[in-house]
């Protein structure tokens, strides 16, 4: 068997050879800087093992806890807001005629606004009316139309929004499938 310290004298050994050829083929400019006597001794380690092992650690846990501190999702403080409501408060409404046009027939079409809510009775081709309340103040309408037959193909519906004392409103949406959208209406 070997030991460590044959490894060494053996490793030692051949540098001493290597450097030896190198001279005599002339590539160190002076013999000074190969001379086995200038050559570094490897026969000891320099240095407590543990102390390197814990340096080690150190630097790996601090790389450790940098690498997670940068990767880490940003911590968000939750502000609760509770605005504060006041009883009995008037909704100011808008009276509004709502024209809705299909390009295809349709198994329901409901529209939806802040004040108020409709659903057609009749769903066929052509242009339906629904008279109902809208909010003033966050004037939103949203459609959803629930197409009678399945289909790959774009269907539209064209809203048309009348409120008196307003400029009327036209909006097309549209979707290759059901759809289910909303606008902002500018009232």
């Given at each position: 068997?070997?030991?460590?310290?044959?490894?060494?004298?053996?490793?030692?050994?051949?540098?001493?050879?290597?450097t030896?050829?190198?001279l005599?083929?002339?590539?160190?400019?002076?013999?000074?800087?190969?001379?086995?006597?200038?050559?570094?001794?490897i026969s000891?380690?320099?240095?407590?093992?543990?102390?390197?092992?814990?340096?080690?650690?150190?630097?790996?846990?601090?790389?450790?806890?940098?690498?997670?501190?940068l990767?880490?999702?940003?911590?968000?403080e939750?502000?609760?807001?509770?605005?504060?409501?006041?009883?009995?408060?008037?909704?100011?409404?808008?009276?509004?005629?709502?024209?809705?046009?299909?390009?295809?027939?349709?198994?329901?079409?409901?529209?939806?606004?802040?004040?108020?809510?409709?659903?057609?009775?009749?769903?066929?081709?052509?242009?339906?009316?629904?008279?109902?309340?809208?909010?003033?103040?966050?004037?939103?309408?949203?459609?959803?139309i629930?197409?009678?037959?399945?289909?790959?193909?774009?269907r539209?519906?064209?809203?048309?929004?009348?409120?008196?004392?307003?400029?009327?409103?036209?909006?097309?949406?549209?979707?290759?499938?059901?759809?289910?959208?909303?606008?902002?209406?500018?009232?």
């Open positions: 068997m070997i030991s460590a310290s044959d490894i060494n004298v053996r490793i030692v050994a051949g540098i001493r050879r290597s030896a050829n190198l005599h083929k002339g590539f160190f400019p002076s013999p000074a800087l190969a001379s086995s006597d200038s050559l570094p001794h000891c380690v320099r240095g407590s093992p543990l102390f390197r092992t814990f340096l080690i650690l150190v630097v790996i846990a601090a790389s450790g806890f940098l690498f997670v501190r990767t880490a999702a940003p911590k968000l939750v502000v609760e807001h509770v605005p504060e409501l006041k009883p009995n408060q008037p909704i100011e409404v808008i009276e509004g005629r709502i024209y809705v046009t299909l390009s295809g027939a349709a198994r329901t079409v409901d529209l939806f606004a802040n004040a108020g809510y409709y659903r057609f009775a009749s769903t066929g081709l052509g242009t339906h009316l629904a008279e109902m309340k809208i909010a003033k103040g966050n004037p939103v309408l949203e459609i959803r629930d197409w009678l037959e399945e289909t790959t193909a774009n539209f519906a064209k809203v048309v929004v009348e409120a008196p004392g307003f400029e009327t409103f036209t909006h097309v949406f549209d979707a290759e499938g059901d759809i289910d959208d909303f606008v902002e209406l500018p009232f």
